[in-house]
Nanobody, 123 residues
Framework: VQLQASGGGLAQAGGSLRLSCAAS????????MGWFRQAPGKEREFVAA????????NYADSVKGRFTISRDHVKHTMYLQMDSLKPEDTAVYYC?????????????????WGQGTQVTVSS
């Protein structure tokens, strides 16, 4: 599976951005997808994950209630709608996929990674 993230950019605090992650290759396989982010000088951290059907999601406490993860099987694309953005959301955002049914927040559990897209939130 190859992943291509897009949609990053500059937003003001309180604003919104929507990230996309397009999957190609063996997209017919059952896999969990997730978003992670990494700020300068910090470790990569979990943001959100979604199962194959979209019926189950998981969020980091720091984004719960502000971010929404979703996926479109027809387009083989996952999304991250980010609302009420804060300066501390500034980071490079990565999409990832793992061949399993179980949602995981550990980056090491993911098999495939996209290239990352920069999100910058100004105060």
């Amino acid at each position: 599976v190859q992943l291509q993230a897009s949609g990053g950019g500059l937003a003001q605090a309180g604003g919104s951005l929507r990230l996309s992650c397009a999957a190609s290759g063996r997209t017919s396989s059952n896999y969990v997808m997730g978003w992670f982010r990494q700020a300068p000088g910090k470790e990569r951290e979990f943001v959100a994950a979604i199962n194959w059907s979209g019926s189950s999601t998981n969020y980091a406490d720091s984004v719960k209630g502000r971010f929404t993860i979703s996926r479109d099987h027809v387009k083989h694309t996952m999304y991250l709608q980010m609302d009420s953005l804060k300066p501390e959301d500034t980071a490079v955002y990565y999409c990832a996929a793992r061949r399993d049914y179980v949602l995981r927040s550990n980056a090491r559990a993911y098999d495939y990674w996209g290239q990352g897209t920069q999100v910058t939130v100004s105060s």
